[in-house]
T-cell receptor, first 114, second 109 residues
Framework: KAGVTQTPRYLIKTRGQQVTLSCSPISGHRSVSWYQQTPGQGLQFLFEYFSETQRNKGNFPGRFSGRQFSNSRSEMNVSTLELGDSALYLC?????????????FGEGSRLTVL | QKEVEQNSGPLSVPEGAIASLNCTYSDRVSQSFFWYRQYSGKSPELIMSIYSNGDKEDGRFTAQLNKASQYVSLLIRDSQPSDSATYLCAAKNAGKSTFGDGTTLTVKP
């Protein structure tokens, strides 16, 4: 069974630009969550999508947005990039939404903002 | 106070010893608890999940949960050098997993 696939793996952007990251979950998984990982803040929850609906959202500014398609694939977008957005962005899929359900992470998209 | 706190590392144990990792959480509505392992430069991978009070064993790993004390732990028996990694504790509620900062474990041959 294929794991969670994230693209692109690495990208470099400049301040003010926008970026779109893509995530394909494990087949059959309908929940997709996004996390930001930085050395200073650790792993922080961005949002969760289930059946094309955003179920929960973390404490990030509105520049961070996402969506989920009918095939459960998800994208997240960051607009007006800032230097502090440099991070590893991890997508995780889960069989179920809610308070149970283990997360299976992709390899991440490493974003560098110059 | 962070929502999920882990004992500060790094933690170093000799090969074959028991490694004990601890975690406390502040949100009483959290219903599920997980331990993830993250090797340097890699993404987190699930080791254990625990949902009810008590112990749960899986091979060399034992997770313990005490909801009254808001405490979760992970014991690794017969530690191996390949267990050297950062271990992340997570509490989950309503689709959101909150992670601790992690404890870095080094197992010395």
């Amino acid at each position: 069974k294929a794991g969670v696939t994230q693209t692109p793996r690495y990208l470099i952007k400049t301040r003010g630009q926008q970026v779109t990251l893509s995530c394909s979950p494990i087949s059959g998984h309908r929940s997709v969550s996004w996390y930001q990982q930085t050395p200073g803040q650790g792993l922080q929850f961005l949002f969760e999508y289930f059946s094309e609906t955003q179920r929960n959202k973390g404490n990030f500014p509105g520049r961070f947005s996402g969506r989920q398609f009918s095939n459960s694939r998800s994208e997240m977008n960051v607009s007006t990039l800032e230097l502090g957005d440099s991070a590893l962005y991890l997508c995780a899929s889960s069989l179920v939404s809610g308070s149970t359900g283990e997360l299976f992470f992709g390899e991440g998209s490493r974003l560098t903002v110059l | 106070q962070k929502e999920v706190e882990q004992n500060s590392g790094p933690l170093s144990v000799p090969e074959g010893a028991i490694a004990s990792l601890n975690c406390t959480y502040s949100d009483r509505v959290s219903q599920s608890f997980f331990w993830y392992r993250q090797y340097s430069g890699k993404s987190p991978e699930l080791i254990m999940s625990i949902y009810s009070n008590g112990d749960k064993e899986d091979g060399r790993f034992t997770a313990q949960l005490n909801k009254a004390s808001q405490y979760v732990s992970l014991l690794i028996r017969d530690s191996q050098p390949s267990d050297s990694a950062t271990y992340l504790c997570a509490a989950k509620n309503a689709g959101k997993s909150t992670f601790g900062d992690g404890t870095t474990l080094t197992v010395k041959p």
